[in-house]
């Protein structure tokens, strides 16, 4: 048999599983018991068993100093750096290039996202970029739904007659969307955290609970079981009341803003930006806080005078020394979900009819078109069209993402659904790419936004606890950024000894957007 091209079809699978794992412990780990160094512990998932078995890393004393160090280098951890510009600040990043869970790629000098999709015209994220000299366009498309072999635009408004369901079902839509549009959420929003989003899609048509349970996990990493109400409430007034057209992007997804902060900072502080730099301990003390971290076979201290972790909480619990119990017990709560992502690449035309495509009940959520604001600028003639697929998983498929083979079979199923959703995307891509992450986003879980988050979240007298998960009511840049701005002025209030850096920061919590 002659081999067909879809034999050819390449897969490149990238990014890291260990996420949660700080680091090569062959390159440093003592054993267990010698010296008072903090313990590091790993993923739950196999990956660094040894160190969360009990290895322990040598803490040498410090041999070099910084104002303020800066923990993770994604948008949280680079938008700190850039509001922090002309400071003495240390950014230290375990990866070899930045920008975190909003990172983008190329291929062939056609950009596309690997995580965080989209912004807001006017949010924080958007300000920045156009301080840093992007432009953001307008998505201009409401959110098409594509199921039963049928295309569907605008579901919520003016095509929910056209969702491709029977007519009952449809009643149902409409019913649903009627009914959540009573419902006050600002002012239930404590009562409404604490409640699954599935008690209020109960009595309704399944395909609504089937919407959701892609929406959901693609959007806060969640199925609606996993959801709080109030998450779930909010997002459906959003859709249905239109308020998805300030939607901006460029493509690479927000990673576009990621590569454009690297390119500002660079030139002046390219000596302060360190990748493979991994973080092993950050030991406060009353006038400084040690930070160790590994790069390449060396193992170095700073002290700095003050330390802005820029990591998921579920890292930074295992790295910072003295943590209250109940705040330390309130960033282990945090749930995230698995959330690799795939990209198709292909050398022809398929399709560029809507932005963001709801496929429920496939093996990704949704899809986007990566060059979409783009796609009618005078001149552009693109070689390839690339299509990025969301492919979140539930927590117990984690493991799939430990092994590359594995990671090419749900490629490879994402490719079938694909194919299988309309007649005419019955073609082969050139390439096949999956960025895998283990914990990428925090799960808008019940209590997380209006309780949990609160408590994880506050400042030490000399750390301050930044990241997209100090934020909500989802995992969003646009939170990231604003929590690093704040963080900056605190770092700037404690380094000054001025007062009021914690009443900063907790307003900052509160501030969060719903
Ligand atoms: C698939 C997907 C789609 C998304 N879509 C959107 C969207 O459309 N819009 C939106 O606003 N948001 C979206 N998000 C969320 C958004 O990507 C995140 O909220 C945001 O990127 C988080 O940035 P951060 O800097 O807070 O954290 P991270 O991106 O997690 O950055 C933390 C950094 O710390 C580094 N690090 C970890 N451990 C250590 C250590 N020990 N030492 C040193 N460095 C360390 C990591 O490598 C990483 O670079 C999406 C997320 C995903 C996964």
């Known amino acids: 048999m002659s081999p067909t091209r879809r034999d050819f079809i390449k897969y490149v699978v990238a990014g890291s599983i260990a996420s949660g794992c700080p680091i090569d412990h062959a390159l440093v780990a003592e054993p267990a018991g010698a010296g008072s160094s903090p313990m590091v512990e790993g993923e739950h998932f196999n990956v660094c068993h040894q160190v969360r078995d009990g290895h322990s890393f040598p803490k040498p004393d410090a041999t070099r100093k910084a104002d303020i160090v800066i923990v993770g280098g994604g948008v949280a951890g680079l938008s700190a750096a850039y509001f922090l510009k002309g400071k003495d600040w240390l950014l230290l990043e375990k990866e070899d290039h930045f920008g975190g869970n909003a990172y983008q790629e190329d291929y062939d000098g056609h950009i596309f996202g690997t995580g965080a999709a989209y912004g807001y015209r006017g949010d924080a994220g958007d300000q920045l970029a156009k301080e840093i000299g992007l432009h953001l366009p307008l998505i201009s498309m409401p959110d098409p739904v594509i199921d039963n072999g049928k295309y569907a635009p605008d579901i919520w408004r003016t095509g929910i007659n056209d969702l491709p369901y029977t007519k009952d079902v449809v009643a149902s839509f409409k019913k649903y969307r009627d009914d959540i549009m009573k ?93 493979d730099a991994t973080v092993v301990a950050v030991m406060p003390d009353k006038d400084e806080v040690c930070v160790t971290y590994a790069q390449g076979d060396k193992i170095t201290t700073v002290a700095a005078k003050v330390v802005l972790m ?129 914990h990428p986003m925090f799960m808008a879980v019940p209590e997380q936004f209006t309780k949990n988050r609160m408590t994880a979240s506050q400042p030490m007298e000399r750390v301050f606890f930044g990241n997209s998960d100090s934020g909500g009511p989802e995992s969003l840049t646009s939170e990231a950024v604003r929590i690093s701005q704040a963080g900056a002025e605190w770092a700037n209030l404690v380094l000054a000894g001025k007062p009021g850096a914690a009443e900063l920061a907790h307003k900052a919590l509160t501030e969060a957007l719903l």
């Not at 709080?228 to 901006?248: H, N, P």
């Not at 979140?392 to 079938?416: F, G, Q, T, W, Y």
């Open 310 to 438: 820029c990591t998921a909480k579920y890292i930074t619990a295992r790295l910072v020394a003295g943590l209250p119990g109940e705040q330390k017990q309130a960033m282990r709560r945090m749930r995230y979900a698995p959330y690799p992502m795939v990209n198709l690449i292909f050398d022809k035309p398929v399709y560029r009819k809507g932005y963001d495509n709801w496929c429920p009940g496939k093996r990704f959520t949704d899809f986007i078109v990566a060059d979409w604001t783009i796609r009618n600028n005078p001149g552009y003639k693109p070689k390839y069209n690339i299509l990025t697929f969301y492919t979140p998983l539930r927590e117990s498929e984690r493991s799939i993402l430990l092994n590359e083979d594995d990671c090419k079979v749900l490629a490879a199923k994402v490719l079938k659904d694909f194919q299988g959703l309309l007649p005419e995307f019955n073609v082969d891509p050139v390439e096949v790419r999956l960025y895998r992450r283990g």
């Open 183 to 275: 419902i006050d959420f600002k002012k239930n929003a404590a009562q409404l955290d604490t409640e699954p989003f599935t008690k209020y899609l109960a009595g309704y048509a399944p395909e609504i609970m089937k919407f959701w349970d892609a929406y959901g996990p693609s959007n806060w990493g969640a199925f609606s079981e996993d959801t709080s109400a109030l998450i779930g409430i909010a997002d459906s007034q959003y859709l249905i009341q239109g308020l998805d057209d300030q939607r901006v992007i460029l493509p690479g997804g927000l990673g576009c803003i990621t590569h454009k902060l690297v390119e500002v900072l660079k030139p002046q502080h390219a000596e302060q930006m360190l990748n």
